[in-house]
Protein backbone atom coordinates (compact mmCIF):
# COMPACT_ATOMS: atom_id res chain seq x y z
CA UNK A 1 0.00 0.00 0.00
CA UNK A 2 1.78 3.49 -0.71
CA UNK A 3 2.38 6.03 1.85
CA UNK A 4 0.35 8.84 0.34
CA UNK A 5 -2.69 6.10 0.62
CA UNK A 6 -2.82 6.35 4.60
CA UNK A 7 -4.80 9.27 5.95
CA UNK A 8 -4.19 10.40 9.55
CA UNK A 9 -8.30 10.32 10.87
CA UNK A 10 -9.46 13.10 13.64
CA UNK A 11 -9.00 10.68 16.94
CA UNK A 12 -5.23 10.42 15.70
CA UNK A 13 -5.24 6.90 13.90
CA UNK A 14 -5.01 6.01 10.80
CA UNK A 15 -6.99 4.78 7.97
CA UNK A 16 -6.53 4.14 4.27
CA UNK A 17 -10.35 4.18 3.79
CA UNK A 18 -11.90 6.65 1.30
CA UNK A 19 -12.08 10.32 2.56
CA UNK A 20 -10.03 9.11 5.89
CA UNK A 21 -11.85 6.67 7.54
CA UNK A 22 -11.85 5.22 10.90
CA UNK A 23 -9.61 3.31 12.52
CA UNK A 24 -10.06 -0.16 13.64
CA UNK A 25 -10.61 0.88 17.43
CA UNK A 26 -13.09 3.56 16.40
CA UNK A 27 -15.34 0.74 13.91
CA UNK A 28 -14.90 -1.97 16.60
CA UNK A 29 -16.73 0.70 18.66
CA UNK A 30 -19.46 1.27 16.27
CA UNK A 31 -20.01 -2.17 15.80
CA UNK A 32 -19.95 -2.84 19.73
CA UNK A 33 -22.71 0.46 20.22
CA UNK A 34 -24.55 -1.34 17.22
CA UNK A 35 -25.04 -4.57 18.99
CA UNK A 36 -27.28 -2.84 21.64
CA UNK A 37 -29.50 -0.96 19.18
CA UNK A 38 -33.26 -1.99 19.09
CA UNK A 39 -33.10 -3.08 15.33
CA UNK A 40 -29.75 -5.18 15.63
CA UNK A 41 -31.38 -6.64 19.41
CA UNK A 42 -34.18 -7.54 17.27
CA UNK A 43 -32.54 -9.16 13.99
CA UNK A 44 -30.27 -11.28 16.28
CA UNK A 45 -33.08 -12.67 18.75
CA UNK A 46 -34.76 -13.69 15.54
CA UNK A 47 -31.80 -15.08 14.00
CA UNK A 48 -31.19 -17.30 17.68
CA UNK A 49 -34.68 -18.11 17.51
CA UNK A 50 -34.21 -19.35 14.48
CA UNK A 51 -31.16 -21.37 15.18
CA UNK A 52 -28.46 -19.03 14.11
CA UNK A 53 -26.85 -17.53 17.08
CA UNK A 54 -24.57 -14.38 16.15
CA UNK A 55 -22.73 -13.89 19.34
CA UNK A 56 -20.41 -10.03 20.02
CA UNK A 57 -17.84 -11.42 18.89
CA UNK A 58 -19.01 -12.94 15.59
CA UNK A 59 -18.39 -9.49 13.74
CA UNK A 60 -14.49 -8.05 13.74
CA UNK A 61 -13.31 -4.34 12.43
CA UNK A 62 -9.94 -5.37 10.47
CA UNK A 63 -7.61 -3.24 8.47
CA UNK A 64 -8.86 -2.46 4.58
CA UNK A 65 -6.38 -0.96 2.29
CA UNK A 66 -8.08 1.45 -0.45
CA UNK A 67 -8.65 -1.67 -2.94
CA UNK A 68 -10.82 -3.77 -0.39
CA UNK A 69 -12.57 -0.93 2.00
CA UNK A 70 -15.71 -1.40 0.11
CA UNK A 71 -16.87 1.62 -0.92
CA UNK A 72 -19.97 1.83 1.34
CA UNK A 73 -21.66 5.02 1.52
CA UNK A 74 -24.88 5.80 3.15
CA UNK A 75 -27.73 6.04 0.82
CA UNK A 76 -25.84 4.93 -2.59
CA UNK A 77 -26.84 1.41 -2.83
CA UNK A 78 -23.98 0.39 -5.18
CA UNK A 79 -23.56 -2.83 -3.23
CA UNK A 80 -27.52 -3.24 -3.14
CA UNK A 81 -27.55 -2.57 -7.01
CA UNK A 82 -24.70 -4.91 -7.71
CA UNK A 83 -25.92 -7.78 -5.40
CA UNK A 84 -29.79 -7.51 -7.41
CA UNK A 85 -27.95 -7.77 -10.82
CA UNK A 86 -26.01 -11.04 -9.77
CA UNK A 87 -29.16 -12.62 -8.30
CA UNK A 88 -31.65 -11.48 -11.15
CA UNK A 89 -28.86 -12.43 -13.85
CA UNK A 90 -28.50 -15.81 -12.27
CA UNK A 91 -32.03 -16.50 -14.47
CA UNK A 92 -30.95 -18.27 -17.05
CA UNK A 93 -33.93 -16.49 -18.96
CA UNK A 94 -33.50 -12.82 -18.24
CA UNK A 95 -30.77 -11.43 -19.99
CA UNK A 96 -28.29 -8.49 -18.40
CA UNK A 97 -30.70 -5.95 -20.13
CA UNK A 98 -33.60 -6.85 -18.75
CA UNK A 99 -32.47 -7.42 -15.25
CA UNK A 100 -31.27 -3.69 -15.39
CA UNK A 101 -34.66 -2.74 -16.48
CA UNK A 102 -36.57 -4.85 -14.10
CA UNK A 103 -34.34 -3.30 -11.09
CA UNK A 104 -34.72 0.29 -12.22
CA UNK A 105 -38.43 -0.23 -12.83
CA UNK A 106 -38.78 -0.83 -8.89
CA UNK A 107 -35.68 0.60 -7.46
CA UNK A 108 -37.10 3.23 -5.88
CA UNK A 109 -39.77 1.61 -3.82
CA UNK A 110 -37.78 -1.90 -2.95
CA UNK A 111 -34.49 0.26 -1.71
CA UNK A 112 -36.57 2.88 0.08
CA UNK A 113 -39.11 -0.16 1.73
CA UNK A 114 -37.87 -0.65 5.08
CA UNK A 115 -40.34 -2.82 6.70
CA UNK A 116 -40.66 -3.85 9.53
CA UNK A 117 -38.82 -0.68 10.64
CA UNK A 118 -39.92 2.81 10.66
CA UNK A 119 -36.16 3.75 8.99
CA UNK A 120 -33.66 2.28 6.98
CA UNK A 121 -31.32 0.56 10.27
Known sequence: MAKES????ATGGF??????GKTVDECQDMIQRSLRTPTVKFLREHLA???CVVRDNFIKAVHCDNRISGGYVR????CVRR???KSVIA????SEAAAKDAMEAVWDVCY???KPFDRAP
Not at 6 to 9: F, L, R
Not at 15 to 20: I, P
Not at 91 to 94: A, E, G, K, M, S
Open 6 to 9: IEKT
Open 15 to 20: SSAVNG
Open 49 to 51: KSG
Open 75 to 78: GKGE
Open 83 to 85: RVM
Open 91 to 94: NPYC
Open 112 to 114: NDT
